[in-house]
């Protein structure tokens, strides 16, 4: 049974590191059929996917245009997880921020971790 | 970027009773890259539909998914306490790689 655990800081200062680590049990995050994405809920934005990574006999990132010059995912193969970090972040980025397995869709989500964006 | 439009915003009915709910992309896609999901209030969103017309696994046969090119369905056939939630379709495509969400149906008791 796949469970995922968000971890983070709940409040972040602007123009400061947003950071989040979820850890994957149940499965790997080198599986070489699974994709391990980011994704975040506001009532202003709705629900938006942030981006992934995944294994396919190398690392691969894929990111939205909307964060792209913004974000980092990494794997860590020796904890069995992943990490989100959104650099310069303003009260815009103020969301539940999901981690999720999934593809095409999300089969397996996190609890969810509200970050809020606040000096 | 695809778009997804869902209606309506909001549907009022009563247990027992049958939910058609819309989603409607800006431009035709593949039935392959379409899902619904489930959304209770302080959960994460669950996956109720894949590829526009798959049950996922768990997911009880009242819940159904159809359509094709712009127009997708989800239809709850009778409607059980627990089916009251917000609902969301999604869409991918890749290259580039874009995960994209409608604005939800909430199914709310009459």
């Keep these: ?119 | 970027e695809i778009v997804l439009t869902q209606s309506p915003g909001t549907l009022s009915l009563s247990p027992g009773e049958r939910a058609t709910l819309s989603c409607r992309a800006s431009q035709s896609v593949r039935s392959t890259y379409i899902a619904w999901y489930q959304q209770k209030p302080g959960q994460a969103p669950r996956i109720v539909v894949s590829g526009a017309s798959n049950r996922a696994t768990g997911i009880p046969d009242r819940f159904s998914g159809s359509g094709s090119g712009t127009d997708f369905t989800l239809t709850i056939s009778r409607l059980e306490p627990e089916d009251f939630a917000v609902y969301y379709c999604q869409h991918h495509e890749n290259p580039p790689p874009s995960w994209t969400f409608g604005q939800g149906t909430k199914v709310d008791i009459k």
Excluded: M
């Design chain 1, 1 to 119: 049974q796949v469970q995922l655990q968000q971890s983070g800081p709940g409040l972040v200062k602007p123009s400061q590191t947003l950071s989040l680590t979820c850890a994957i049990s149940g499965d790997s995050v080198s599986s070489n059929t699974a994709a391990w994405n980011w994704i975040r809920q506001s009532p202003s934005r709705g629900l938006e996917w942030l981006g992934r990574t995944f294994y396919r006999s190398r690392w691969y990132n894929e990111y939205a245009e909307s964060v792209k010059s913004r974000i980092t995912i990494n794997p860590d193969t020796s904890k069995n997880h992943f990490s989100l970090q959104l650099n310069s972040v303003t009260p815009e980025d103020t969301a539940v921020y999901y981690c999720a397995r999934g593809g095409g869709n999300f089969d397996h989500w996190g609890l969810g971790s509200l970050v809020t964006v606040s000096s």
